[in-house]
């Protein structure tokens, strides 16, 4: 891969990147088990160049049928970057949780969270749809981004939640 970069700037505020050309080489090694199992385990691990350093990644993730109506998916994410002529490094966490249920064929409810160290910041994501008919469907979603890390050193204690919407949408198709 090739990226370039105009202009330096800042990862997480704690790793500088320089402007300049940059070619990545990656290699990565996975193991999935099929689509059909219940059940299914996934490992994969990832070793390159990022930008004038490198980087180490390893991802577990679990998906968990557990009927038909309801299914159960959870993912973590480490990554270790080194910028070793920068003496700058950077460990960063993700974590997810998704969450789909179906109460029938018409209503289904979807929750996602999220949790991300670099950014020390959570995300909720809840959708429910109900569908009238084909073509129309309502939606109702909910989104908060929530600070996990309130107590800084500098400036003011920050709020629990760093951002809060509620969306309604309906979709209608004109058939002919």
């Given at each position: 891969?090739?990226?370039?970069?105009?202009?330096?700037?800042?990862?997480?505020?704690?790793?500088?990147?320089?402007?300049?050309?940059?070619?990545?080489?990656?290699?990565?090694?996975?193991?999935?088990?099929?689509?059909?199992?219940?059940?299914?385990?996934?490992?994969?691990?990832?070793?390159?160049?990022?930008?004038?350093?490198s980087k180490y990644s390893f991802e577990a993730e679990s998906t968990w049928n557990l009927s038909r109506f309801f299914e159960l998916n959870?993912?973590?994410?480490?990554?270790?970057?080194?910028?070793?002529?920068?003496?700058?490094?950077?460990?960063?966490?993700?974590?997810?949780?998704?969450?789909?249920?179906?109460l029938n064929t018409k209503a289904s409810l979807r929750a996602f969270f999220q949790f991300n160290s670099g950014a020390e910041l959570?995300?909720?994501?809840?959708?429910?749809?109900?569908?009238?008919?084909?073509?129309?469907?309502l939606w109702l979603v909910y989104n908060e981004g929530i600070n996990t890390d309130r107590n800084q050193l500098t400036g003011p204690r920050l709020p629990r939640s760093d951002s809060r919407s509620l969306m309604v949408k309906y979709t209608y198709t004109f058939i002919r």
């Open positions: 891969s090739y990226e370039d970069v105009p202009e330096a700037f800042s990862i997480e505020d704690k790793v500088d990147v320089p402007a300049g050309q940059y070619w990545y080489h990656e290699v990565d090694l996975s193991a999935r088990p099929p689509d059909g199992w219940l059940f299914r385990p996934e490992v994969e691990l990832e070793a390159g160049s990022f930008f004038d350093g959870g993912e973590y994410q480490l990554n270790f970057i080194r910028f070793p002529d920068r003496d700058q490094n950077l460990t960063l966490h993700l974590a997810r949780l998704r969450v789909q249920a179906a959570g995300s909720l994501n809840l959708r429910f749809r109900y569908n009238f008919r084909e073509g129309n469907d």
